[in-house]
């Protein structure tokens, strides 16, 4: 990989800035170069959020993302929104548990992934971001479950250890899924 | 040591406490309110004060009060809360007292909105107050030359006895980027503030802080002696980045944030054959026109981009002094450009050129 | 809630809130509405909208309105009732906006007595930007500027506009509502109503200071927030009528 350009949305409250964040950390932590952005302000308030993040061996020059390579979808309104903003032979990762509408485009590898569904098996609704990241990592071969769980074991601490090995399995199950 | 991943506004925070500020007085104010939050969080762990104000106008003034004492003193807000605190810093300059000021930029006028602009270059490097006076004015690009500048700043601001101001756009504030708050910053003679107004301890003459002049003559004479300092931020602060000059004939010219978009159009227009150079400002005020004699004559025109309908472009036209054609790129309102826009204005720029 | 005690009113335009869920701001706006509308008073009434979650009360009240720059809603309400001594003229405004940054210009609104109606919305934090420390932050509430809690010692106590502003010679009517339940949004009607009846009998400032919920920076549900209201805030902010014209005359 050269360079990946990531657009991760949803509503406020699913976890799609953490997603992000996650990616961006890792990728500091793993020796690239890499720029996280967030939409910020009201619009941010009960409606969608979403965040961009540029992950890249050259510095990053422009934080605006014109064409991501790969677009991580957690409900519709954010599907109509950024359907159009990935590159052709881009990748687009949808939570098919709350988007029951297909991608128009011919030209990009598309992921139904239920990760609410999903995350409800494992008996816990809060990690289907986690496990739409597990999906993700999986497909781009990004960067290995031991760096992102490192990353959340310190940004838990102790309080929330005992959340690590469900995150675990999130990811897990997001992985297994696109191998299937 | 190795970088760690901050948010633009944190990182102004951290970079501002390792600059020595122990004292700062703000307002909530999208899209900086993470540097107050992070000050509220961080600066007792420093022994320094943290002060939520009534206002822009009272935090401002808190500044002029605590610089005054002789404690490195800052305060953050953005372009609204700015405006409202010009009364404040014209103050500040003609007492010369230092201080740092963070201005996070957000659409304007008025009210305006609250996403990323360059629309307060004006304000930021014409003093933006009453009064012949200038801000010494940066605007880095990243979040590792942000965090050097801050620091610096406070040291600029005390050799200067002069506001100094980091406009920054929204999405600085916002944004996350690997940044290493503990490099090295240039080390500099720091005069003794002879001037603070600490008590006298019976030990030496009242210290006086003041911007009164009565006296026309006096006025002048101060006027004047302000004057000199800026003409030696001129000679000795001017910073600026050349890139790939030698090897175009269009050069960007474009600050901050729009600068690095600049920069991915650099690259799509190197694809395409078409070589294009940068000229990046970095200190606003003052506006680096030292770089401009440094361009080779190879260049046959400069292309000014900003997230504004066109501010920084009157300083290009005076650095430039009526040699190359120069031309305009501008979004404005929160608007931010893809690069790919840019990549536009160039080839149609050196379309229109070419038919002259 | 609203089903029950709020029918369509002219006073609201068909734009939907902004507002969070459960934020007590959305039924502030229908009573301030339903009174706009029984006092037949619409038509030519000019409204002031603050900068704070109601920024775009403009949008959603159906009258003339202004906007105006943070904390001085009450200047500009000035200005228009001066010039336009026979339109009502009203304020909205928040707690960061009338108690912080506007102290000036609500004290000497009241002071001159101009006469105009305040409708002042008091949820103890900054909601538009995100949940910062607010004068009106009760002791030991976390913020994210307070993030241990206010502590008096640093920012003082809590403070209390409806009882300062009383002390003002000028000020005709003031009273403290809320709107938790039914029965309290009823006498808050009553209370907005009197206030706007004031300025159409002349008699000068009249402000109603509602306490109310941010229950997404609370951190709270709306259920909760409502509870922690009833609990926290009304004990500090005792509802209740803090000045009024005695027989019908104007204050001195
Ligand atoms: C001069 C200026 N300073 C600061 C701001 C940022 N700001 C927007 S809303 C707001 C206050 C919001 O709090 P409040 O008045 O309590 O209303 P609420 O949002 O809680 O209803 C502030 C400080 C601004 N827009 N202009
Ligand atoms: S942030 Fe708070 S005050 Fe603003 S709309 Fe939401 S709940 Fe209401």
């Not at chain 2, 030359?145 to 801050?150: H, Q, Y």
């Not at chain 2, 290493?180 to 720091?190: S, T, Y």
């Not at chain 2, 401009?292 to 501010?311: D, H, I, R, W």
């Amino acid at each position: 990989m050269n360079s990946e350009k990531i657009n991760c949305a949803g509503f406020g409250g699913q976890g799609v800035m953490l997603i992000g964040q996650l990616l961006a950390y890792a990728a500091n932590e793993e020796g690239f170069n890499t720029l996280w952005y967030p939409s910020y302000g009201p619009e941010t308030r009960g409606g969608t959020a979403n965040c961009s993040v540029t992950i890249s061996k050259q510095p990053v020059n422009s934080p605006v993302i014109s064409k991501a390579d790969s677009i991580i979808i957690m409900n519709k309104p954010s599907l109509d929104k950024f359907e159009d903003k990935v590159r052709p032979d881009g990748k687009i990762f949808i939570n098919s548990t709350l988007v029951n509408k297909k991608v128009n485009r011919s030209d990009v590898e598309v992921f139904y992934i239920p990760v609410n569904d999903m995350a409800a098996e494992l008996g816990n609704p809060k990690v289907a971001n986690l496990i739409m990241l597990g999906a993700y990592l999986e497909s781009t071969k990004l960067f290995e479950d031991e760096v992102i769980i490192k990353l959340l074991k310190k940004s838990f601490g102790e309080n929330k250890a005992h959340l690590i090995p469900i995150n675990q399995q999130a990811l897990q199950a997001g992985r297994i899924f696109i191998r299937q | 040591m190795a970088k760690v991943m901050m948010k633009g506004n944190e990182a102004m925070g951290l970079a501002a406490i390792k600059g020595g500020c122990r004292a700062f007085f703000g307002y909530p104010i999208t899209p900086q309110n993470e540097i107050p939050e992070y000050l509220a969080r961080v600066m007792p762990e420093y022994g320094g004060v943290f002060l939520q104000a009534e206002s822009e106008v009272a935090a401002i003034n808190m500044i002029y009060g605590a610089s005054g004492a002789g404690v490195r003193s800052m305060t953050s807000s953005s372009s609204p809360g700015i405006a409202l605190k010009q009364e404040g810093i014209t103050y500040i300059a003609g007492a010369e007292l230092p201080c740092v000021i963070i201005n996070v930029m957000r659409g304007g006028p008025g009210l305006g909105g609250i996403q990323p602009s360059q629309a307060d270059y004006k304000q930021v490097t014409r003093g933006g107050g009453n009064g012949d006076y200038y801000l010494l004015a940066f605007a880095p690009e990243n979040l590792q030359e942000t965090v050097n500048i801050v620091k610096e700043a406070f040291d600029l601001a005390e050799i200067y006895r002069n506001p100094v101001m980091i406009a920054v756009d929204g999405l600085i504030g916002q944004m996350m980027e690997p940044v290493d708050v503990d490099m090295e910053i240039p080390k500099r003679e720091i005069p003794e503030k002879t001037w603070a107004t600490t008590g006298t301890l019976g030990k030496r003459e009242r210290n006086v802080v003041n911007s009164l002049y009565l006296d026309p003559q006096a006025l002048e004479n101060h006027s004047l002696k302000l004057k000199a300092k800026y003409d030696l931020m001129r000679e000795k602060e001017q910073r600026y980045e050349l890139v790939n000059v030698d090897h175009s004939e269009i050069v960007i010219v474009a600050y901050g944030t729009m600068a690095r978009i600049c920069r991915s159009a650099m690259e799509i227009l190197n694809e395409k054959g078409i070589n294009v150079g940068l000229l990046r400002p970095i200190s606003i005020y003052p506006f680096p026109e030292k770089a401009f004699a440094e361009l080779p004559s190879t260049v046959k025109g400069l292309l000014t981009c900003e997230l504004s309908t066109g501010q920084m472009i009157d300083d290009v036209k005076i650095a430039n002094n009526g040699k190359l054609p120069i031309g305009f790129f501008g979004r404005t309102g929160g608007m931010l450009p893809e690069p790919e826009e840019i990549v536009d204005a160039v080839i149609k720029m050196i379309g229109g050129m070419k038919n002259e | 809630m609203s089903n029950v005690l709020f029918k369509r009113t002219e006073a609201l335009t068909s734009k939907e809130f902004s507002y969070c869920p459960g934020c007590t701001h959305g039924i502030i706006h229908r009573i301030v509405a339903e009174v706009l509308e029984e006092l037949n008073i619409l038509d030519r009434t000019i409204g002031v909208s603050p900068v704070g979650c109601a920024v775009m009360n403009y949008e959603y009240f159906n009258c003339d309105m202004q906007q105006a720059s943070h904390g001085r809603a009450p200047a500009v309400a000035t200005g228009i009732k001066r010039v336009l001594p026979n339109n009502i003229v009203f304020t909205y405004q928040g707690d960061g906006d009338l108690a912080s940054i506007g102290t000036a210009e609500i004290v000497h609104a009241a002071h001159r007595s101009e006469n105009i109606t305040v409708i002042f919305v008091n949820n103890a934090i900054y909601g538009m930007t995100g949940g910062q420390m607010a004068p009106t932050t009760l002791v030991g509430q976390k913020t994210t500027t307070s993030p241990t809690g206010r502590d008096p010692r640093h920012s003082g106590y809590p403070i209390k506009i409806s009882e300062m502003l009383a002390t003002i010679p000028g000020a005709t009517y003031i009273e403290r509502v809320s709107v938790h339940n039914p029965q309290n949004v009823r006498k808050a009607k009553q209370a907005v109503k009197r206030a706007f009846e004031m300025q159409i009998q002349g008699k000068g400032f009249s402000m109603v200071e509602f306490v109310s919920t941010c229950p997404v920076n609370w951190g709270k549900t709306p259920q909760d927030a409502l509870n922690w209201l009833v609990d926290n805030m009304i004990p500090y902010y005792p509802l209740g009528v803090y000045r009024q014209p005695e027989a019908g005359e104007k204050n001195e």
